[in-house]
């Protein structure tokens, strides 16, 4: 992982097959909260539940976002169990969905209230 120790930023752990359009409106809403995104490929892919586990333990801000190739998203952080996400997308996710994730990390960096 590049950059992790520069600067603290949310993990996307990604699988390779992720749809362009999910991780674009996911890093988006993280961006449009003033929270920075750091994507790394996961190399041996996985859900999006158990892809933003890893991420969450891996971030300096404790909080992780995980894509699987279906175009599932997860948040998660550091401290909750691995099976319990702070919030999820379905298969059936839509850009604003995706985009609805990114925030949703953010605001769990920053301490907002999610809804």
């Not at 990604?14 to 003033?34: D, F, I, K, M, S």
């Not at 920075?36 to 586990?53: I, N």
């Not at 998660?76 to 985009?99: N, S």
């Amino acid at each position: 992982m590049t950059g992790s120790a520069e600067r603290p930023a949310v993990l996307v752990y990604r699988h390779p097959g992720t749809p362009p359009a999910v991780l674009r409106q996911v890093c988006a809403g993280a961006e449009e909260e003033g929270v920075p995104t750091e994507v790394v490929d996961a190399p041996d892919g996985g859900d999006a539940t158990a892809l933003a586990h890893a991420a969450a333990q891996a971030s300096r801000l404790d909080v992780g976002i995980g894509l699987d190739a279906s175009g599932a998203a997860a948040v998660h952080h550091g401290k909750l169990p691995e099976r319990g996400p702070a919030a999820t997308t379905g298969l059936d996710g839509t850009p604003a969905d995706w985009r609805r994730a990114g925030r949703t990390a953010a605001r769990v960096v920053k301490g907002l209230p999610l809804g």
